[in-house]
């Protein structure tokens, strides 16, 4: 079977320090992407100051909650629709464009929208699926960047389940996918019964 845990850098790694992973496309991975100081103010300012709103899927004609708070910002006019629930963005808030500033310094790239997740406890997930919806085009960039308690990121691939990569995303790191990954990888935040501290995760998004 093949499966891969990345536990890649001590906690004295510098920021700039990464990995490239390849995954039928290239995911650029840094552990510690933000200080701890810096982590630890966006955090507070994020819990504090962002619209969480508590969605809904249908299952099996029922309305259940997403085990996660979300929200999702951006500039005008750029919605998005994933699992059914529609997405309008609030304005970019101060906090949301200095950690996307930072990030596109690295990543080449400018995004136009993000989704935040809350993850309150080992309760909160999000299951098995693909960020390939129409609107992030044909190879879609994706910038996600985890604050608070780090938290398991499974992927697996479509076509050959036993190929599987598990990587650790702890307070303050940069995962940054692009390429087809989204083509033959799906990934999910799994429950744990661990005590784990309350995470927030931006997956930061170019909508055409």
Not at 41 to 60: A, T
Request: net charge neutral; aromatic share 12%; hydrophobic share 35%.
């Amino acid at each position: 079977m093949y499966q891969q845990q990345l536990n890649l850098f001590g906690e004295q790694e510098s920021c700039q320090a990464k990995i490239v992973i390849n995954l039928d496309g290239e995911a650029i991975f840094y552990r510690t992407f933000f200080t701890i100081e810096e982590s630890d103010q966006f955090f507070c300012e994020l819990e504090n100051s962002i619209n969480w709103r508590q969605d809904h899927i249908k299952l099996y004609g029922k309305s259940i909650d997403l085990p996660r708070l979300t929200a999702w910002y951006g500039d005008e006019g750029k919605s998005y629709i994933y699992s059914g629930i529609e997405q309008h963005p609030s304005p970019w808030t101060p906090t949301l464009k200095k950690i996307k500033s930072r990030i596109e310094e690295v990543a080449n790239v400018k995004f136009n929208s993000v989704l935040l997740n809350f993850y309150r406890s080992g309760k909160d997930s999000v299951s098995w699926h693909s960020d390939d919806e129409p609107e992030l085009g044909i190879n879609p960039i994706i910038g996600s960047v985890s604050f608070g308690g780090t938290r398991r990121f499974c992927l697996k691939h479509k076509n050959i389940p036993e190929r599987k990569v598990d990587i650790e995303l702890p307070h303050g790191s940069f995962l940054l996918m692009k390429g087809e990954i989204q083509h033959h990888w799906l990934h999910q935040i799994p429950k744990t019964q661990q005590a784990v501290k309350p995470r927030i995760n931006l997956t930061f998004r170019i909508i055409n």
